[in-house]
């Protein structure tokens, strides 16, 4: 039998090499000369295949391809449980607790919310520019000045006497003098002297005024008739005939001028001096308490 040897050329013919390696088939496509970059060299070929050894050692790293791309992203989880609500807000009691309410104009707390009704009944709900105003009260002597809405709680020297108030606001201030003074009256924005309201169209200056209080004492003494002494701007004070007293007490705000007077004949006492018996008056300044006293009859 003639025997063929195969040609050496066959070292450089393409060869596919297929191995297992635990379980997985791995295949190469190799020459018996260098591939490219030098993944496989015919150094890493014995009798024409590749060893399992091989596979599992510089070889197989020299057959890995290169990475893949990344992977498509996984699926969100489930939405977490929803949170505990919160507390209750305070309410409406009617629909004008919304008036003076904050709103948009543009950005939050721009504007605020102003109600008007119509003649038909319909209500009219506008938010307008939240422009303020400032109102200043000034105290003069012992009492307390107070606003409706609250703000104000204004004393001499002390206390909350500056607000300021959302145009077009009313305030109602309230004067109470403190025990033993007495209200003069309003200066300023405000004029008399019971409750003032204020509509804040503009900065507002108000002046609130108290004055202090004097007791003033009058003893009447009437002996053959009635007497009565006249006390100016006061009531009389008057005693019965018959050697009676009576006793009047007035309250009279610090510096006020008093005038006693009566024509009877008789004489005055206390502050009043000897000219006052025979002029039948007397003139009295009240810078403090004092009692007076009249007898009837000299």
Not at 81 to 93: D, F, I, M, S, W
Not at 156 to 175: H, I
Not at 179 to 186: A, E, K, L, M
Not at 204 to 233: E, P, Y
Request: hydrophobic letters at 35%.
């Amino acid at each position: 039998m003639r025997r063929f040897n195969l040609p050496v050329l066959l070292l450089v013919s393409l060869t596919m090499v297929v191995c297992s390696v635990g379980g997985a088939t791995a295949a190469a496509l190799v020459t018996g000369a260098q591939i490219k970059d030098g993944t496989v060299t015919t150094a890493d070929v014995r009798d024409g295949t590749l060893k399992t050894a091989d596979l599992a050692g510089s070889v197989l790293t020299k057959l890995a391809g290169a990475p893949g791309k990344t992977g498509p992203q996984g699926v969100p989880g489930k939405q977490g449980e929803r949170g505990a609500p919160g507390p209750a807000g305070p309410g409406l009691e009617s629909v004008e607790d919304l008036d003076g309410l904050a709103c948009r104009l543009g950005t939050p707390g721009a504007g605020v919310l102003r109600l008007s009704y119509e003649r038909n009944g319909s209500l009219d709900v506008t938010c307008v520019p939240s422009v303020t105003r400032r109102l200043a009260v000034d105290v003069a002597g012992d009492g307390q000045v107070v606003s409706e809405p609250e703000g104000i709680a204004c004393r001499q020297s002390s206390g909350d006497c500056v607000e300021d108030v959302l145009d077009g606001d009313a305030l109602t201030l309230t004067a109470t003098p403190t025990q033993g003074w007495v209200f003069d009256g309003w200066t300023g924005a405000c004029a008399g002297d019971q409750t003032c309201r204020v509509p804040m169209n503009g900065d507002t200056t108000v002046g609130a005024s108290f004055t202090q209080m004097f007791d003033f004492g009058l003893t009447v003494t009437a002996r053959t008739t009635q007497t009565t002494v006249d006390v100016s701007g006061h009531a009389p004070c008057t005693a019965p005939a018959g050697y009676k007293d009576t006793y009047c007490t007035y309250s009279v705000p610090a510096g006020t001028v008093l005038e006693l007077r009566n024509d009877v004949p008789g004489y005055f006492g206390g502050a009043c001096d000897a000219a006052a018996e025979a002029m039948g008056s007397c003139t009295i300044t009240m810078n403090q308490s004092q009692w007076e006293y009249f007898t009837a009859g000299g």
